[in-house]
Nanobody, 119 residues
Framework: VQLQESGPGLVKPSQTLSLTCTVS??????????WSWIRQPPGKGLEWIGY???????YYSPSLKSRTSISRDTSNNQFSLQLSSVTPEDTAVYYC????????????WGQGTQVTVSS
């Protein structure tokens, strides 16, 4: 299974950050995988953003919920992240990853993509 993030590397403050994760080698609708977005700001630890499940249900970090939307395109085996009203504090390396169930391990990760929020 391979995951690959794509999207703009530079976003202006107050705009919406949009990233897509393209999955190959496995279907995003296969039971019981959870497809997650995770980020790592510079000098800080990993921060979980949210996930979309094999059935299309979504769940978001409470701290980011009001600005986050995760969706999927099953025909292209992709899932996407939208984070609205970004500020420089949203600057981070963004990863997509597959999790085995809601509490299982993350078994596959994308390589990560740097997103910088700056005017």
């Amino acid at each position: 299974v391979q995951l690959q993030e794509s999207g703009p590397g530079l976003v202006k403050p107050s705009q919406t950050l949009s990233l897509t994760c393209t999955v190959s080698g496995g279907s995003i609708t296969t039971n019981y995988y959870y497809w997650s977005w995770i980020r790592q700001p510079p000098g800080k630890g990993l921060e979980w953003i949210g996930y979309i499940t094999y059935s299309g249900s979504t769940y978001y970090s409470p701290s980011l919920k009001s600005r986050t939307s995760i969706s999927r395109d099953t025909s292209n085996n992709q899932f996407s992240l939208q984070l609205s009203s970004v500020t420089p504090e949203d600057t981070a390396v963004y990863y997509c990853a597959r999790r085995v169930g809601a509490r299982g391990k993350y078994d596959y990760w994308g390589q990560g993509t740097q997103v910088t929020v700056s005017s």
